[in-house]
């Protein structure tokens, strides 16, 4: 198997997501054909890693995809020089239940394939305590290997100096130490961070953290660093598609999609035809089904609202052919989407949902899904495994539910998706098949 580092952290806001950008600018740069991953369900840092790396971020799951899974998305990097991948929150956390192949932490990801973890310690408002965490982190897993650490936001030499001491005192090796800059932040939306997309000069920002990182970090010894489990026997992962030949809505309202989604469809022998709502565009009148990822159609209502062509390519497209929307996706299928103002928008009317973002509400959270329709490929009665995350209220769901829903724990939940005819609807971003 390729080599790999996995950058993981204490907590969520330490710093992973700019550091990995920096160094997977800087591996580039270099000549290193670098493969990026993302542990755990996130869409905006992965379309981050593309733009760094120049090639496509896959995602890592242990409580949605099994261990082969998991060992055949590792699979993928094999034509490249080294995998550098990014934890999410804190390095063992995870959902409160074991899933597919762990609790979806990044320690599982780590231990399953043998990538050493650098910790990124945030060193504000701390010096020697420092060595406690790292010390802490490097002994709770025996499976989980720490090869270095990182300190992020230095404020001085001799901050950095007395951090340094205590690390060599407890025989682990500090990276690299970066100072406090604001070269280092990115800006965020209710989601997480902005899309690449969204950001003017966005590859001039990443090329600034690099140079940080290039200026800070000790890149030859971080690479030397990586390693991984023997590759085990080539094992295909099954992503039924939807149909034959599928229009996929993409642009800036519909981006939420997982790359090992679509090579898995495309693997099938899928025909992937996208096109762009926000553009007027009608889904392609060949297509055999279609499919609306999430996103943030909510900042665009006024003028999804306004694109009759696409909308009525979808009412169309409807009278004999299936069309699944996932979160985003689904509340433009529904009657209408109330912004954040109050002021409601016709959808396309397709389902009977009205969601709301003038009452924001976080519904978050690993689901288990049981179909009571078939869905996009996939049988009635099948289970999937999936993630919501989302801020709206929902205030109309007059249809029949999609599916039976719970969270990782296995206690039902509300989010029930909804289903008219050959249109479907989920809250839950499909992440992969159940056993």
């Keep these: ?106 320690a599982d990801i780590a231990a399953l394939l043998g990538w050493p973890v650098i910790l990124i310690i945030d060193a504000s408002g701390q010096s020697q305590s420092a060595a406690a965490i790292a010390q802490g982190f490097r002994a709770l897993r025996p499976d989980v290997g720490v090869a270095g650490a990182i300190i992020n936001r230095v404020a001085s030499p001799r901050h950095e100096a007395m951090i340094r001491q205590a690390m060599e005192d407890i025989a682990m090796p500090v990276l690299g130490a970066i100072p406090g800059s604001p070269a280092l932040a ?84 899928a025909e992937i035809i996208p096109f762009s709502p926000l553009a007027d565009e009608a889904p392609d009148p060949v297509a055999d089904a279609v499919w609306l990822p999430g996103g943030y159609p909510e900042l665009h209502a006024p003028r999804l609202a306004q694109a009759s062509r696409f909308l009525n390519g979808l009412r169309s497209h409807a009278e004999d052919r299936p069309i699944h929307g996932e979160c985003g996706g689904y509340m433009v299928l529904g009657q209408a989407i109330i912004d954040a103002q109050g002021q409601s928008h016709a959808m396309a009317g397709l389902l009977g949902l009205v969601s709301s973002f003038a009452e924001r509400r976080l519904h978050l959270g690993y689901r288990q899904a049981r179909l009571l329709a078939p869905m996009g490929g996939h049988n009635s009665g099948a289970p999937l495994r999936g ?17 039976h829903v719970t969270d990782a724990m296995g206690v039902p939940v509300a989010s029930s998706g909804s289903r008219r005819a050959r249109v479907t609807g989920s809250f839950f971003h499909l992440i992969a098949s159940a056993t």
């Excluded at 090639?55 to 261990?67: F, G, P, V």
């Excluded at 990182?213 to 085990?232: G, R």
């Excluded at 034959?244 to 997982?258: G, H």
């Excluded at 993630?387 to 599916?403: G, I, K, M, N, R």
Aim: hydrophobic residues 45%; contains cysteine.
């Design 186 to 269: 990115i800006p965020e939306r209710h989601l997480g961070l902005v899309q690449p997309s969204d950001l003017e000069q966005a590859d001039r920002m990443i090329d600034a953290i690099a140079d940080l990182i290039e200026a800070h970090v000790d890149v030859p010894v971080l690479q030397a660093a990586a390693d991984a489990l023997p590759a085990l026997p080539p094992a295909a992962y099954h992503c039924p598609p939807p149909g034959q030949r599928v229009a996929l809505a993409q642009d800036a309202a519909f981006s939420f999609t997982y790359a090992h989604m679509l090579s898995g469809w495309r693997a099938a022998g």
């Design 387 to 403: 993630h919501e995350f989302h801020y709206s209220t929902v205030v109309e769901q007059p249809d029949e539910p999609l599916a």
């Design 1 to 106: 198997m390729t080599p790999g580092i996995l950058i993981a952290a204490p907590r969520s806001g330490s710093g992973k997501t700019v550091i990995t950008l920096g160094l997977l600018r800087s591996l580039r740069r270099q000549g290193v054909a670098v493969q990026p991953y993302k542990c755990g369900p996130d869409y905006i840092d992965t379309g981050f890693h593309r733009l760094a790396s120049g090639r496509s971020s896959l995602n890592l799951d242990s409580w949605a995809m099994d261990a082969a899974m998991l060992h055949g998305l590792a699979g993928e990097a094999a034509d490249t020089d080294l995998i550098v991948a990014e934890g999410v929150m804190g390095l063992f956390d995870g959902a409160p239940a074991r899933g597919a192949s762990g609790n979806g932490s990044s």
